[in-house]
């Protein structure tokens, strides 16, 4: 079965929305936004995310408190549990309008200008929560190295250095950044003249139809996109 290019485009965006999404939302749960290691004592690692604390002991493994109070957290953190937040309602909702809008999803009376407009929508939509997740990682790393660097701050004092979650975190706002890209470029593509594979079924005759008597494509129930 022959594939459009918009439809390729379509699938890749949704695709790489859908991975985008599940990156964020594991972003948002990991402890490992902040570690550090102590000189004194180098057996414990202390790690902090955007709910709770941890301490990893190699003897007895780790030990995890969620925060008491989200006025007492750092500004960086409130920032960021914002931001994840929304970003997870701006692309789980993207990637539902870019679905809908795409040829592979039929519906009756849908006609091609509305599904233009959804597949648009949703890669913008998408591209919104690419930056609402790159800001608040970028925003704890930019944190991160003001402190670490900062000659106020005694020698002895330990410093908090990246997390594993911040790598993840950029990742996750690439690919959200890359899914919207496509979904509008697909979105902006004009119509083709070769027919959808998705809608090629109905232009066929019906199995039932008597010898001899011609299919004239009145009963189609979808348009090509």
């Given at each position: ?26 972003t948002?749960?990991?402890p ?10 180098e057996?414990?690692t ?13 003897e ?24 994840m ?25 849908t ?8 597949c ?14 790159l ?29 594993d ?8 706002g ?15 593509k004009g ?10 079924d109905s232009?066929?005759?019906p199995?039932?139809?008597?010898p ?14």
């Amino acid at each position: 079965m022959a594939w459009s290019v918009r439809g390729r485009l379509q699938l890749g965006g949704l695709l790489l929305a859908l991975l985008g999404l599940i990156c964020s939302c594991i972003t948002t749960t990991l402890p490992q936004w902040k570690t550090r290691n102590m000189e004194l004592n180098e057996r414990d690692t202390w790690t902090m995310g955007l709910w709770g604390s941890c301490v990893h002991r190699e003897e007895v493994g780790s030990v995890c408190k969620t925060f008491d109070s989200l006025l007492s957290l750092p500004r960086e953190i409130q920032v960021a549990r914002m931001f994840m937040i929304v970003s997870h309602g701006l692309g789980l909702l993207g990637l539902l309008l870019s679905g809908f809008g795409s040829e592979f999803c039929q519906f009756l009376g849908t006609t091609d200008v509305l599904k233009k407009y959804l597949c648009l929508l949703g890669g913008t939509l998408e591209a919104l929560a690419s930056a609402t997740t790159l800001f608040p990682v970028s925003g704890v790393a930019h944190t991160i190295v003001q402190d670490f660097w900062d000659d106020r701050i005694p020698e002895v004092v330990p410093r908090w250095e990246f997390g594993d979650a911040l790598f993840l975190g950029w990742f996750a706002g690439l690919l959200l950044a890359v899914s919207g890209l496509l979904l509008i470029f697909s979105a902006c593509k004009g119509k083709e003249n070769g027919p959808s594979p998705w809608s090629a079924d109905s232009r066929a005759p019906p199995s039932y139809a008597l010898p001899g008597e011609e299919f004239d494509g009145s009963s189609m129930l979808c348009e090509d996109l």
